[in-house]
T-cell receptor
């Protein structure tokens, strides 16, 4: 059974700092992995989607990498801003139907 | 604008009553719905998968008689929490997949509902 964990569970950094969020999954047979952002009491905002054949994806200040063999993905946020404060979730698709198994989340707070 | 409409966005109900949550696709058709719930400070947990015209498949530990899913069309799925209790208080999110017509613009976030905050008192 696929299990997805995220480290750290919470993170507080000063504005401008570069940071890395980690995601681990136990079953390397994934079709894709996606990173989401969730603001308090809100739904999900998709950040980056990495297909199993890809190594990384970039969007603006965000860069996500995928290493299937080691069961890891990282989300790199450059020059963090207070507006980046949110919970970040990674989710693995092991069925090819976007039936995601979500990670435990990292609550990020960027201090002004 | 949003391509998935989930309603209501929040609801407070008395213990023992039932609550229906609707999830509509506004400008596309899709076959499959995933229903998730999220308890405070926890991640999203898949509750059930439903396909249009078929019975839903529930994840282990989710009571099918308590969480009734009706997926009668390619644009509407409903989740009814029956005889709700305080422990059912949670954030419920729907997600469409299995797109078959009129792909919406944007990325896959477009397929998630905005979520329903259920509080049972």
């Amino acid at each position: 059974k696929q299990e997805v964990t995220q480290i750290p569970a919470a993170l507080s950094v000063p504005e401008g700092e570069n940071l890395v969020l980690n995601c681990s999954f136990t079953d390397s047979a994934i079709y894709n992995l996606q990173w989401f952002r969730q603001d308090p009491g809100k739904g999900l905002t998709s950040l980056l989607l990495i297909q199993s054949s890809q190594r990384e994806q970039t969007s603006g200040r965000l860069n996500a990498s995928l290493d299937k063999s080691s069961g890891r993905s990282t989300l790199y946020i450059a020059a963090s801003q207070p507006g980046d404060s949110a919970t970040y979730l990674c989710a693995a698709d092991t069925s090819g139907t976007y039936k995601y198994i979500f990670g435990t989340g990292t609550r990020l707070k960027v201090l002004a | 604008g949003a391509v998935v409409s989930q309603h209501p966005s929040w609801v407070i109900c008395k213990s023992g009553t039932s609550v229906k949550i609707e999830c509509r696709s506004l400008d596309f058709q899709a076959t499959t719905m995933f229903w998730y719930r999220q308890f405070p400070k926890q991640s999203l947990m898949l509750m059930a998968t439903s396909n249009e015209g078929s019975k839903a498949t529930y994840e282990q530990g989710v009571e099918k008689d308590k969480f009734l899913i009706n997926h009668a069309s390619l644009t509407l799925s409903t989740l009814t929490v029956t005889s709700a209790h305080p422990e059912d208080s949670s954030f419920y999110i729907c997600r469409w997949t299995g797109l078959i017509a009129k792909r919406p613009p944007g990325n896959t976030e477009a397929f998630f509902g905005q979520g329903t905050r259920l509080t049972v008192v």
